[in-house]
Structures are given as structure tokens and as C-alpha cells.
């Protein structure tokens, strides 16, 4: 017989974590899949100093100190792929790749993947070079030369960001001109630190085996190469959310972000939504465990008949 239970949670980023950690605190029964590693893109950052009550810790660190925090608490943690919910009669069924859970409520919080370029290196310098968040990683790079791979309205913003204290910022577009918004592009353009390479691709990334040292450009009209040396480079081509599974059951938007509000509720009842993988505009640590609370409470009370 398959065990019901009060809360399912997918995905343990920061967000499914502190979601498990708020649900078990309101006495609900809890399973929370995931399906590679625990902590989410967090665990790419070797160093976070933005998150409140560690002056300085590495994602690693605070992934490890979430997961036992969640067991402490009684919730039950198992590596499994979601494959597909559907939800019939109040009741959810999460299919993985290898049981089938049920649920009263469930909570999606599977997240989001910096898209990659797909060149030779690059998971290689992933966390010693390569950055995928000006918030989060710029500071590591003040008075340095950084490039920036992108043109659009998010490499534009951590290029902008990324002037303030670096001394170059570099932005390698693959296109003859920058796609994002014109104010941004102006913004950007008048800073007299950042230069932008139009035309241009990033043929592979460039280091000792441990640290980035820079990369190997082409020019897309002649096939030229060229070897320039960085002391960082942040990848800003966009995010993949993690939501495919979730087709059909409720709005996603034309992004494959779940359409939610503030209490990261969807237009499905009994299902919510919770970190990277909502519509939202800041994406940060802190952020998604304030979703992950959010999205607890409310299910819990949902749960309950509330």
C-alpha cells in the first residue's frame, strides 16, 4: 500500500529544504525528492557572504547544515527523479523514476540551471573561474578583469553591476549587437571600464587544470581565434527551470517558470511553488528560503482545510 503523505516537496535547493524544515514543524508528514545533490546551485559557489548569519561560508557548507537541519526534524529524503503529477480526486500522485508517492499537497521546488555554453572546460572551471551571479561571486573580483558572456538584459545587469568594482568587464556577444533592453545598452556603453566584442564566440575556456585563466575566442565571420586572459568570467545566457514535469497540471509561462504569488500558490489547488523555479525577479539563497517557508505554511493550511 503507498504511503499518503501530507506534504511531497521537489527538490532540495534552499528553497525544498527550508520547506521540508517549516512543514515538519507544523506536524505534517513529509517526503522530499531530489534528484542529484543536495543544495542546488548554491553548492556552485565555493564562498557565500550574503546570506544572513554566516559571515562567510561555501555553498557546500550550507547545504550540509540545511539537509541535517530538515532530518532533525523528521522529514524523509529520498534521491529520486520526478518524472510526472497529475493530481485526481484532491489527491496527487508523483510519479519517479522508480516508485509512485501520493500526496495531499506538493510543493515544487525543483529550481533552475544557468544555462552553459557547452564548450571544452567549462564544467571544469565551474566555482574556480567561472561565475554565474555578480551578486554573489563580484565582490571575489574587485580591482580584476572579468568578462561577461551574454547580451541580453541579464549579462547587460551583471556588466553594469560587475563596472562598479572591477577594473574591466568584457562583454563577448555571439550577435552583431546586444539584445536587451536600449537603456540597459546605453547604461552599459557609457561606462568607461566595460568594452563589448560583438560577432564573437567562446571556443573553449582556458586554465591549469584548477583555475580559469581566461578563454579562446572565434569571430563568427572569419573564424578568427584569440586567446584573452581573465581573472573571471560570468556565463549570463540565461536559466533552464527545472519544471517539464509539471506540464499541464498548471500555468507556466513561456520561460517554463511556474506562474505564482507572493504565497507561491498556483492556480492548481494544493500545489505550490517555491525558489528559482517560480516567476519571480531576485533569485538569491535568501530568497528561495523565504519561498520555501512561504510555500510550507501555506500548504500546510491547505492540508489542514484552511
Not at 244 to 251: I, P, Q, S, V
Request: with cysteine.
Amino acid at each position: 500500500m503507498i504511503k499518503m503523505f501530507d506534504i511531497l516537496i521537489i527538490g532540495a535547493g534552499p528553497a525544498g529544504l527550508t520547506a521540508a524544515i517549516y512543514a515538519r514543524r507544523a506536524n505534517k508528514s513529509v517526503l522530499l525528492l531530489e534528484k542529484n545533490s543536495f543544495g542546488g546551485q548554491m553548492t556552485f559557489s565555493p564562498k557565500i557572504e550574503n546570506y544572513p548569519g554566516f559571515v562567510s561560508a561555501s555553498g557546500n557548507e550550507l547545504a550540509d547544515a540545511f539537509v541535517e537541519q530538515a532530518l532533525a526534524q523528521g522529514a524523509q529524503i529520498e534521491l529520486e527523479e520526478v518524472v510526472s503529477v497529475k493530481k485526481s480526486g484532491g489527491v496527487f500522485e508523483v510519479e519517479t523514476d522508480s516508485a509512485t508517492h501520493t500526496a495531499k499537497a506538493v510543493i515544487i521546488a525543483s529550481g533552475a540551471k544557468h544555462r552553459l555554453l557547452g564548450v571544452p572546460h567549462e564544467e571544469e572551471y565551474v566555482g574556480n573561474g567561472i561565475s554565474f551571479c555578480a551578486v554573489c561571486d563580484g565582490a571575489f573580483y574587485a580591482g580584476k578583469n572579468v568578462a561577461v558572456i551574454g547580451g541580453g538584459n541579464s549579462a547587460m545587469q551583471e556588466a553594469i553591476l560587475l563596472s562598479e568594482q572591477c577594473e574591466s568587464v568584457t562583454v563577448i556577444q555571439n550577435l552583431d549587437f546586444l539584445t536587451g533592453e536600449k537603456k540597459l545598452a546605453e547604461t552599459l556603453l557609457a561606462r568607461p571600464n566595460v568594452k563589448v566584442i560583438y560577432g564573437t564566440v567562446i571556443k573553449e575556456f582556458a586554465g591549469d587544470g584548477e583555475t580559469l585563466s581566461g578563454v579562446i575566442t572565434k569571430r563568427e565571420s572569419d573564424g578568427a581565434e584569440e586567446a584573452l586572459d581573465f581573472d573571471g568570467v560570468f556565463v549570463a545566457i540565461g536559466l533552464a527551470p527545472d519544471t517539464a514535469f509539471a506540464k499541464g497540471l498548471t500555468e507556466i509561462n513561456d520561460w517554463g517558470y511556474i506562474v505564482s504569488g507572493e504565497k507561491c500558490e498556483t492556480e492548481c489547488p494544493g500545489l505550490f511553488v517555491a525558489g528559482d523555479c517560480r516567476t519571480k525577479t531576485v533569485r538569491q539563497v535568501a530568497t528561495a528560503v523565504a519561498d520555501g517557508a512561504s510555500a510550507a505554511l501555506a500548504a500546510s493550511a491547505y492540508v489542514e482545510g484552511r
